[in-house]
C-alpha cells in the first residue's frame, strides 16, 4: 500500500481516492488473507479458505471498473492498481496450487508471467509501450483465476486439478504471446 500511496498522486488525477480504488483495496487486502495462507498445513480447510477469498476477490474485481465509469474517475493509477492486485492474486493462487500438490511446479509460470513481461521491458524497452484495450486480455486473467481456485477446491485432485491448472496456463501464455507479437510488429512499424 506504501507504494500505491507514493504513485497516487502522480498517476491519479483526482482529489478523492474514490469508490473503484478503495474496491481494489479490499481486493489487495483479500489478495494478502490468501497469501498468508501459503506457509499454513495443505489440508482442506485452508483450500477452501484460500477458495473463498480468491473468489470474493474476484467477484469485487468487475466492480472497481463499473464505480470508475460511475463516479467518472478512470484513471491510469486505477488501471494499473487492478491489474497488479490481479496478478499477485495470480501468483498466490500459483503457489499455493503447487504447494497443496494440485499442479506441478510448473503452474507457478502462471503467476510469474506477468513479472518476466515486466522484466523484459526493461531489456526490450519496447515491451513497455501501452498495449490497446482488451476484452481477450480481461478474459483470460478471469479465465486463470477461475482456473486457479477451482484446481484448489478440496474436492478437485490430480490429475484434474492439474489439467484445469495447464489449460488456464495455456489461455494465459497465448495472450502473453499475442500481445508480445503486437509489441513487436509495432516496435518494428515505429523504426
Known sequence: MLIVARNRRAYHPFQRFGPANQVTTVRALLTALVAGLVG??????????????STLATLLDFFDGWFARRTQM???????????????????????AWRHGKAGVWVLLSGLLRYIFVAAGWIWPWLQRTLFPSFRRKAVCVVQIAGLVIAMLPTVTPPLSSVIAACSLAALSYSFAADTVWLWRRRSLIQ
Open 40 to 53: 499454513e498445513p495443505h489440508v482442506p480447510g485452508i483450500a477452501a479458505a484460500a477458495v473463498a477469498m
Open 74 to 96: 478512470i484513471s491510469a493509477f486505477g488501471a494499473r492498481f487492478d491489474m497488479e492486485i490481479d496478478a499477485l492474486l495470480i501468483q498466490v493462487l500459483a503457489i499455493l
